[in-house]
């Protein structure tokens, strides 16, 4: 019986304490940093977003338009050396699922090689075929075809 009490007694202390540290009476503050006007650090780059390139009917070369595009961007990744980029091979839904897979990574390929040329390192560039698999507009017409027989861009390390 003794033991029950002091069981009793300790089970009511140790949730006292509970609810008790539960409680949020304390008053938090908040600190509050204020740039200085004396040390000026160089803004962050802001995020780039580069636009697919597309392609013609079973063709991987870049025309005009996507070299420009390229351009652009390896214009930003080399002057951010943290950024590394997954090309991304798309096909339209013509051709066989291999034959389209072999061909998004000849797009994809193109892309990172001409990336290259243009002085990125080819360390911060990956690839990788969908073939069909990710299509970016639903259809079976040339309107649909052409907007997924493209190359896109997986960012990391902005």
Same mark, same amino acid.
């Given at each position: ?7 009793? !007694?300790?089970? &009511? @202390?140790?949730? #006292? ?6 409680? /949020? *009476?304390?008053?938090?503050?908040? +600190?509050v940093v204020k ?7 160089? !803004?962050?780059? &802001? @995020?780039?977003? #580069? ?6 009917? /079973? *063709?991987?070369?870049?025309?005009? +338009? ?17 950024? #590394? ?6 096909? /339209? ?61 997986v960012m990391s390390?902005?």
């Amino acid at each position: 019986m003794l033991f029950r009490r002091v069981l009793t !007694a300790v089970l &009511a @202390a140790t949730t #006292a304490l509970v609810i008790a540290s539960c409680t /949020d *009476d304390e008053k938090k503050t908040e +600190e509050v940093v204020k740039p200085s006007s004396e040390v000026s650090e160089p !803004a962050a780059p &802001a @995020a780039f977003s #580069a636009e697919a390139v597309y392609f013609a009917f /079973d *063709d991987y070369t870049l025309n005009s +338009e996507a070299q420009g595009k390229l351009s652009s961007f390896a214009e930003y990744l080399k002057t951010n050396k943290s950024a #590394a980029v997954q090309v991304e091979g798309h096909c /339209d839904e013509r051709g066989s699922i291999e034959y389209n897979l072999a061909l998004g990574e000849r797009r994809a390929q193109a892309v990172k090689s001409y990336l290259a040329k243009l002085g990125v390192e080819s360390a911060r560039l990956s690839t990788i075929s969908y073939g069909e698999e990710k299509p970016k507009a639903d259809g079976h017409d040339e309107s649909a075809w052409g907007q997924n027989r493209r190359a896109e861009f997986v960012m990391s390390g902005q």
